[in-house]
């Protein structure tokens, strides 16, 4: 008899295959999220030994669950799986894994500790749905170095997500939230009710820690940001970086300042030539996503426990959306779609982009490339005309019910120091002082360093139909405008599945030529009404 390892019905499945009959016994899924595991031989103990990204456990083929023997975080490991395992004996193994602060692959003798050997230190929870591995980089470089604290991660994700259901985690974890279960440290994510949890009383507010914070001095970042995520002066969530999710437009078209309607885009669009298109190929529901997300508390307020989507802007809203259509279909995507792409902007045949403004050069590489003029951070049309959001690449929080607030803060701050904010080089940094940096850096052109360790110059192009258009470096009248745009955002992309499928179930009849786009409004606002007031 031999172990097999198979593939079969969108899971993995491990069993026993008899040689001379050739018949498979005990064919038994692997519990959770199957295909994130590897397989390995076991021990005396253990039939197989199964690892993922978050750490080896020990399973017999046939058990309904497995048993985790290492969880790396736990064990101060900054890598992000195990290779190579071999049994020495049932405390011991040797294995390969990354060590990804050298960047070298090592092979290690681990040993199981025994627990009277370890420190007592007091135990903060961290909970997420999905581990970031920034997140996981710094729990583990915590650990290493506090002496009073010691982080340890709940995963929800890893823990009840499987083939079958990859929202469960997320379902879990705010069922614990609602029923009172707040970790010390929350790793928020698109699927939580933050205003909710929120408007209960469950988040600290973190501005008089960094206030009371003698290395930190709250006037160093970004006060629109801050201000976008506090709730009465109050900071519930801390978001180190961030993008800017928007719609771009050529600044010809839509003039300087940013913001506008539906009506001004219908304006725009019966301008344009018949076949112009005002988005490249983008459906309804993409649509009505994003709108939703980057201005929906333009129409709900969680505070007050009340909404507008019975009003005229909201009405006209749902017009504009039927334009959109309800799928896009392979066959649009053609060769001379693909031959035209890179041109279609800057021709004029799509009038805007949907975009996520990360940093001064890829902002500046859309600008001077798929443009090829200067453009306008327009936003997606709304009600009030401000139709961009601030996207948080990372947001947390800490429990007002935490017995280990000061250990929590030692975490969260180190989130706004220049040690982290200067690392970041995807986003936007909450630092100012770092914002300026990379301001100054646009200004040059991009390096490199050459096999002689010396610091090079390089071009930057846009490719064009097999033609290079060279990007020039960001003048000092860019940058400072770029800069003053970014301090006039003000508000929050927020993503409720909730909201978005309530709307989704009622304006379809209105899409549909069921029922006028007043009515549908109306029922929208009376469901929204009430699910608003069930969940503050």
């Given at each position: 008899?031999?172990?097999f390892?198979m593939?079969?019905?969108?899971?993995v499945?491990l069993?026993y295959?008899d040689?001379?009959?050739?018949?498979?016994t005990?064919k038994?899924?692997?519990p959770?999220?199957?295909y994130?595991?590897?397989?390995?031989?076991?021990n005396?103990?253990?039939?197989?030994?199964l690892?993922?990204?978050y750490g080896v456990?020990?399973?017999n083929?046939?058990d309904?669950?497995?048993?985790q023997?290492?969880?790396?975080v736990?064990?101060d490991?900054?890598?992000y799986g195990?290779?190579?395992l071999?049994?020495?004996?049932d405390?011991e193994?040797?294995?390969?894994?990354?060590?990804?602060?050298?960047?070298e692959?090592?092979?290690?003798r681990f040993?199981?500790v025994?627990?009277?050997?370890?420190?007592?230190?007091?135990?903060?929870?961290l909970a997420?749905?999905?581990?970031?591995?920034?997140?996981r980089?710094?729990?583990?470089?915590?650990?290493k170095?506090?002496?009073?604290?010691?982080i340890t991660?709940?995963?929800?994700?890893?823990v009840y997500n499987s083939e079958s259901?990859?929202e469960a985690?997320?379902t879990?974890?705010?069922?614990?939230?609602?029923?009172?279960?707040?970790?010390?440290i929350?790793?928020?994510?698109?699927?939580m009710p933050?205003?909710?949890?929120i408007?209960?009383?469950?988040?600290?507010?973190?501005?008089?820690?960094?206030e009371?914070?003698e290395?930190?001095?709250?006037t160093?970042?970004?006060?629109?940001?801050?201000?976008?995520?506090?709730?009465?002066?109050k900071?519930?969530?801390l978001v180190?970086?961030?993008t800017?999710?928007t719609?771009?437009?050529?600044?010809?078209?839509?003039g300087?300042?940013?913001?506008?309607?539906?009506?001004?885009?219908?304006?725009?669009m019966?301008?344009?030539?018949?076949?112009?298109?005002?988005?490249?190929?983008?459906?309804?529901?993409?649509m009505?996503?994003?709108?939703?997300?980057s201005?929906?508390?333009?129409?709900?307020?969680?505070e007050?426990g009340?909404c507008?989507f019975?009003?005229?802007?909201?009405?006209?809203?749902?017009?504009?959306?039927?334009?959109?259509p309800?799928?896009?279909?392979?066959?649009?995507?053609?060769?001379?779609?693909?031959?035209?792409?890179?041109?279609?902007?800057?021709?004029g045949?799509?009038?805007a982009?949907m975009?996520n403004?990360?940093?001064f050069?890829?902002y500046?590489?859309?600008?001077?490339?798929?443009?090829g003029?200067?453009?306008?951070?327009i936003?997606y049309p709304?009600?009030?005309?401000?139709?961009?959001?601030?996207?948080?690449a990372?947001?947390?929080?800490?429990?007002?019910?935490?017995?280990?607030?000061?250990g929590a803060?030692?975490?969260?701050?180190?989130?706004?120091t220049?040690?982290?904010?200067?690392a970041?080089?995807?986003?936007?940094p909450?630092?100012?002082?770092?914002l300026d940096?990379?301001?100054?850096?646009s200004?040059?052109?991009?390096?490199?360093?050459?096999?002689n360790?010396?610091?090079?110059?390089?071009?930057?192009?846009?490719y064009?139909?097999?033609?290079?258009i060279?990007?020039?470096?960001m003048?000092?009248?860019?940058?400072?405008n770029?800069?003053?745009?970014?301090?006039?955002?003000?508000?929050?992309y927020?993503?409720?599945?909730?909201?978005i499928?309530?709307i989704?179930e009622?304006?379809?009849?209105?899409?549909?030529?069921?029922?006028?786009?007043?009515?549908v409004?109306?029922?929208?606002?009376s469901?929204?009404?009430i699910?608003?007031?069930e969940?503050r």
């Amino acid at each position: 008899m031999i172990a097999f390892r198979m593939e079969d019905d969108g899971a993995v499945y491990l069993g026993y295959a008899d040689l001379e009959t050739g018949k498979m016994t005990d064919k038994t899924k692997i519990p959770g999220a199957s295909y994130d595991f590897a397989v390995y031989p076991g021990n005396e103990k253990y039939e197989v030994f199964l690892v993922n990204s978050y750490g080896v456990y020990g399973y017999n083929i046939g058990d309904s669950d497995k048993t985790q023997l290492m969880n790396f975080v736990d064990s101060d490991l900054d890598s992000y799986g195990l290779y190579n395992l071999i049994t020495i004996n049932d405390q011991e193994f040797f294995a390969t894994y990354d060590d990804q602060e050298n960047y070298e692959t090592c092979i290690g003798r681990f040993s199981k500790v025994d627990p009277k050997d370890i420190k007592d230190k007091k135990v903060i929870t961290l909970a997420c749905a999905g581990l970031d591995w920034d997140i996981r980089n710094s729990v583990v470089k915590f650990n290493k170095s506090n002496e009073e604290y010691r982080i340890t991660i709940q995963d929800y994700a890893s823990v009840y997500n499987s083939e079958s259901d990859y929202e469960a985690g997320i379902t879990r974890l705010n069922t614990d939230i609602a029923s009172g279960k707040v970790p010390d440290i929350l790793v928020i994510n698109d699927s939580m009710p933050v205003e909710s949890y929120i408007s209960k009383g469950l988040f600290e507010d973190l501005k008089p820690y960094i206030e009371k914070d003698e290395e930190l001095d709250i006037t160093n970042y970004m006060p629109n940001v801050l201000e976008a995520y506090s709730v009465d002066g109050k900071l519930y969530r801390l978001v180190p970086y961030y993008t800017i999710n928007t719609l771009i437009a050529k600044t010809s078209d839509v003039g300087q300042e940013r913001g506008w309607t539906v009506q001004d885009v219908n304006e725009l669009m019966s301008t344009k030539p018949e076949d112009a298109m005002f988005l490249n190929y983008v459906d309804r529901r993409t649509m009505l996503l994003y709108c939703m997300s980057s201005a929906g508390d333009q129409y709900v307020d969680w505070e007050n426990g009340t909404c507008s989507f019975d009003t005229d802007s909201f009405i006209e809203m749902l017009d504009f959306l039927k334009q959109f259509p309800e799928t896009i279909g392979d066959d649009m995507y053609t060769d001379e779609y693909w031959e035209n792409y890179d041109s279609m902007w800057r021709e004029g045949k799509v009038v805007a982009m949907m975009y996520n403004v990360s940093g001064f050069r890829d902002y500046q590489y859309v600008q001077q490339g798929t443009f090829g003029e200067p453009v306008t951070m327009i936003g997606y049309p709304t009600g009030n005309g401000d139709g961009s959001a601030i996207m948080p690449a990372l947001q947390m929080a800490m429990s007002a019910k935490s017995s280990c607030k000061e250990g929590a803060w030692q975490f969260l701050r180190y989130y706004l120091t220049d040690e982290y904010q200067d690392a970041v080089t995807y986003g936007l940094p909450l630092s100012i002082k770092k914002l300026d940096s990379m301001g100054e850096e646009s200004m040059k052109k991009p390096t490199y360093t050459d096999e002689n360790g010396n610091e090079v110059e390089s071009e930057d192009y846009y490719y064009l139909g097999g033609v290079e258009i060279p990007i020039n470096p960001m003048t000092k009248e860019e940058v400072e405008n770029f800069k003053k745009t970014l301090y006039s955002f003000n508000q929050v992309y927020n993503y409720d599945e909730n909201l978005i499928q309530i709307i989704e179930e009622e304006a379809a009849a209105f899409f549909n030529g069921q029922k006028s786009a007043k009515d549908v409004a109306a029922i929208i606002q009376s469901r929204v009404k009430i699910y608003v007031n069930e969940n503050r």
